[in-house]
């Protein structure tokens, strides 16, 4: 009995059928997903929300990363317009929220701590670079915390590891949740 179901796309093919036109089209059944959701799920107030996932290391040159030119803006902005595009507003009314994770990671790119959310990509086709690490991870958890409790993340609990870099998360993720599909400049550079 969830109260609150998630949806999000294949990083690799998430942003749309624009850069993978000959992929099979992520967003093409949204509508038929989120009508078996009403038709099955056993808490008649469930919420649907869509988590929108974040774009790839600079350092990453896996396949996926490719059409994008190894651009991570370029990216982070396709991931922002096909949910908007292919989730809002395709689907009126149809998800509760956004949750806006990818925003947040960009958004705490732009401080002083730079591009150090993801696994290492290390420039090798073979590495990772795309998959947070555990300060990515805790930036999305933050991202979930302040769309699901509607309190600003600087409430919300940190690990000692992280009390440092704390108010530029919680920055980064109440400004993203605040313009979702927008990169909001670090005021900690």
């Known amino acids: ?12 093919y998430g942003t749309g059928p624009e850069f993978w036109p000959n992929q099979p089209n992520d967003y093409k059944h949204v509508g038929d997903i989120v009508n078996w959701i009403n038709a099955n799920k056993t808490n008649s107030k469930a919420k649907i929300m869509y988590h929108m ?15 994008f030119g190894y651009d991570q803006v ?3 902005n396709a991931f ?9 507003n395709a689907h009126p009314g149809k998800f509760a929220a956004v949750i806006p994770a990818g ?28 998959h947070l690490n555990d300060r990515g991870d805790y930036v999305a958890a933050l991202t979930w915390f302040t769309v699901i409790s509607g309190k600003s ?5 940190c690990p000692d590891k992280y ?20 990169i ?3 005021s900690y550079k």
């Not at 996932?53 to 396949?63: A, E, I, K, V």
């Not at 960009?106 to 670079?129: C, E, H, M, W």
């Open 184 to 186: 909001t400049a670090s």
């Open 74 to 76: 370029k990216q982070y």
């Open 80 to 88: 922002a317009a096909a949910t908007q595009k292919y989730i809002f």
């Open 153 to 157: 993340a600087k409430t919300a609990w």
């Open 103 to 130: 925003t947040s990671i960009q958004n705490a790119r732009s401080s002083k701590t730079g591009d150090v959310y993801n696994l290492p990509g290390n420039f090798d086709p073979k590495a990772d670079g795309y």
């Open 1 to 12: 009995k969830w109260d609150i179901i998630t949806l999000q796309p294949d990083p690799d």
């Open 53 to 67: 996932t974040w774009s790839f290391s600079t350092d990453c040159r896996l396949w996926c990363f490719q059409p």
């Open 163 to 182: 009390k440092e870099e704390f108010p530029i998360f919680a920055e980064a993720v109440d400004n993203a949740v605040k313009t979702p599909y927008a």
